[in-house]
Nanobody, 126 residues
Framework: VQLVESGGGLVQAGDSLRLSCVANGRALSTLPMGWFRQAPGKEREFVAAVYDIDDNEYYADSVKGRFTISRNVRENKVYLQMSSLKQEDTAVYYC????????????????????WGQGTQVTVSS
Protein backbone atom coordinates (compact mmCIF):
# COMPACT_ATOMS: atom_id res chain seq x y z
CA VAL A 1 0.00 0.00 0.00
CA GLN A 2 1.20 3.51 -0.79
CA LEU A 3 0.35 6.24 1.68
CA VAL A 4 0.43 9.88 0.62
CA GLU A 5 0.12 12.71 3.11
CA SER A 6 -0.92 16.27 2.34
CA GLY A 7 -2.04 19.40 4.10
CA GLY A 8 1.10 20.50 5.84
CA GLY A 9 2.29 24.07 5.83
CA LEU A 10 3.44 27.10 7.76
CA VAL A 11 1.01 28.43 10.36
CA GLN A 12 1.11 30.62 13.42
CA ALA A 13 0.77 29.42 16.98
CA GLY A 14 -2.87 29.00 17.86
CA ASP A 15 -3.90 28.21 14.29
CA SER A 16 -5.48 25.03 13.00
CA LEU A 17 -4.44 22.69 10.23
CA ARG A 18 -5.87 19.52 8.76
CA LEU A 19 -3.64 16.78 7.44
CA SER A 20 -4.89 14.13 5.04
CA CYS A 21 -3.53 10.76 4.09
CA VAL A 22 -4.81 8.64 1.24
CA ALA A 23 -3.98 4.99 0.80
CA ASN A 24 -3.44 3.71 -2.70
CA GLY A 25 -3.23 0.08 -3.67
CA ARG A 26 -5.10 -1.62 -0.87
CA ALA A 27 -8.30 -1.04 1.01
CA LEU A 28 -7.56 0.03 4.55
CA SER A 29 -10.75 -1.41 5.92
CA THR A 30 -10.47 -1.24 9.69
CA LEU A 31 -6.73 -1.68 9.93
CA PRO A 32 -5.18 0.61 12.51
CA MET A 33 -4.04 3.94 11.11
CA GLY A 34 -1.65 6.20 12.90
CA TRP A 35 -0.05 9.61 12.72
CA PHE A 36 3.50 10.07 13.89
CA ARG A 37 5.84 13.05 13.76
CA GLN A 38 9.54 13.68 13.73
CA ALA A 39 11.20 16.95 14.63
CA PRO A 40 14.80 17.71 13.61
CA GLY A 41 17.25 15.82 15.76
CA LYS A 42 14.54 13.84 17.49
CA GLU A 43 13.13 10.37 17.16
CA ARG A 44 9.84 9.71 15.46
CA GLU A 45 7.05 9.92 18.01
CA PHE A 46 3.48 8.78 18.17
CA VAL A 47 0.71 11.35 17.76
CA ALA A 48 -2.61 9.56 17.29
CA ALA A 49 -4.18 6.33 16.08
CA VAL A 50 -7.58 5.09 15.03
CA TYR A 51 -8.37 1.40 15.19
CA ASP A 52 -11.08 -1.27 15.25
CA ILE A 53 -14.41 -1.32 13.50
CA ASP A 54 -15.68 1.23 16.02
CA ASP A 55 -12.96 3.71 15.05
CA ASN A 56 -11.57 3.90 18.55
CA GLU A 57 -9.00 6.63 19.01
CA TYR A 58 -5.85 6.95 21.03
CA TYR A 59 -3.68 10.06 21.47
CA ALA A 60 -0.36 11.08 22.81
CA ASP A 61 -0.73 13.17 25.95
CA SER A 62 0.97 16.09 24.22
CA VAL A 63 -1.84 16.44 21.67
CA LYS A 64 -4.85 15.18 23.60
CA GLY A 65 -7.67 17.70 23.43
CA ARG A 66 -6.08 19.58 20.54
CA PHE A 67 -5.79 16.97 17.78
CA THR A 68 -8.47 14.71 16.36
CA ILE A 69 -7.89 11.69 14.17
CA SER A 70 -10.60 10.38 11.88
CA ARG A 71 -10.93 8.24 8.81
CA ASN A 72 -13.16 7.60 5.87
CA VAL A 73 -12.92 3.92 5.03
CA ARG A 74 -14.90 4.30 1.83
CA GLU A 75 -12.44 6.90 0.52
CA ASN A 76 -9.44 5.13 2.02
CA LYS A 77 -8.40 8.28 3.86
CA VAL A 78 -7.32 9.22 7.33
CA TYR A 79 -7.22 12.76 8.70
CA LEU A 80 -5.56 14.63 11.51
CA GLN A 81 -7.32 17.81 12.57
CA MET A 82 -4.88 19.92 14.55
CA SER A 83 -6.02 22.89 16.61
CA SER A 84 -4.33 25.30 19.01
CA LEU A 85 -1.04 24.53 17.37
CA LYS A 86 2.15 25.21 19.31
CA GLN A 87 5.70 25.73 18.17
CA GLU A 88 6.60 22.36 19.63
CA ASP A 89 4.21 20.75 17.14
CA THR A 90 6.64 21.64 14.37
CA ALA A 91 7.72 18.42 12.69
CA VAL A 92 7.35 16.21 9.66
CA TYR A 93 4.11 14.31 10.07
CA TYR A 94 3.75 10.76 8.79
CA CYS A 95 0.74 8.53 8.42
CA UNK A 96 1.11 4.79 8.75
CA UNK A 97 -0.91 1.62 8.73
CA UNK A 98 -0.47 -1.62 10.59
CA UNK A 99 -1.24 -5.09 9.30
CA UNK A 100 -0.30 -6.50 12.70
CA UNK A 101 -3.06 -4.60 14.41
CA UNK A 102 -3.02 -2.72 17.68
CA UNK A 103 -5.27 -1.11 20.22
CA UNK A 104 -4.93 1.63 22.76
CA UNK A 105 -1.43 2.27 23.97
CA UNK A 106 -0.24 -0.62 21.84
CA UNK A 107 -0.59 1.69 18.87
CA UNK A 108 2.05 4.12 20.08
CA UNK A 109 4.87 1.83 19.02
CA UNK A 110 6.55 2.73 15.74
CA UNK A 111 7.42 -0.91 15.11
CA UNK A 112 3.75 -1.92 14.98
CA UNK A 113 3.27 0.04 11.77
CA UNK A 114 4.66 -1.38 8.55
CA UNK A 115 3.59 1.01 5.80
CA TRP A 116 4.51 4.68 5.90
CA GLY A 117 3.96 7.77 3.84
CA GLN A 118 6.66 10.20 2.80
CA GLY A 119 5.63 12.80 5.34
CA THR A 120 4.34 16.36 5.23
CA GLN A 121 6.02 19.30 6.95
CA VAL A 122 4.17 21.28 9.59
CA THR A 123 5.85 24.43 10.83
CA VAL A 124 4.33 26.51 13.60
CA SER A 125 5.74 29.97 14.10
CA SER A 126 5.35 32.17 17.16
Amino acid sequence: VQLVESGGGLVQAGDSLRLSCVANGRALSTLPMGWFRQAPGKEREFVAAVYDIDDNEYYADSVKGRFTISRNVRENKVYLQMSSLKQEDTAVYYCATSRLGCSGSGCDDVSVFDSWGQGTQVTVSS
